[in-house]
């Protein structure tokens, strides 16, 4: 008789062990789609920012390849309709731009060196991004 109990406190105590277990299990699996739910949401973060530095990319080579279209570092005064239709579209999301982008070029005299300097703001902060051009 004594074997009978035994048995039978060893397989009621069996039945609470497999549900703490399958408790464990539910929790790690938990903590895991969390994790990869997080890393979803930081890779669509990281994917817009690169877009935007793309684009910033591309409006500084736009303006750099219209300076050496016309042979002058000085863009603003060298091309002011460019230059002005550029700012224009740095700033505009519909036209290739940035959200809430401003494009200047500043042209040092002494050096011959122009600087072309984008900035940005989107849900992340504030961004810039900054090239320089010499023409010879």
């Known amino acids: 008789m004594n074997a009978h109990v035994h048995s039978s406190s ?9 549900l703490i277990e399958v408790l464990v299990s539910v929790l790690i699996f938990t903590v895991g789609i969390l994790g990869a739910v997080g890393m979803q949401a930081r890779l ?11 684009r910033a990319s591309m409006l500084a080579d736009e303006v750099a390849s219209q300076m ?3 042979r002058s570092a000085d863009i603003a ?3 002011s309709n460019f230059y002005s239709a550029w700012t ?5 999301p519909a036209t290739s731009g940035l959200p809430q982008g401003t494009g ?3 042209y040092s005299t002494t050096t011959k060196v122009s600087l072309i300097t984008i900035t940005w703001v989107n849900q992340s902060g504030s961004h810039s991004f900054v090239t320089s ?4």
């Not at 669509?44 to 793309?54: C, E, F, I, M, P």
């Not at 224009?88 to 505009?92: A, C, E």
């Open 10 to 18: 060893r397989r009621h105590a069996a039945r609470g062990f497999t």
């Open 44 to 54: 669509t973060q990281s994917t817009l920012q690169n877009g935007d530095r793309a």
């Open 68 to 70: 050496w279209a016309v």
């Open 77 to 79: 005064n060298a091309d």
């Open 88 to 92: 224009t579209r740095v700033g505009n």
């Open 104 to 106: 200047a070029v500043s």
């Open 133 to 136: 051009v010499v023409i010879p």
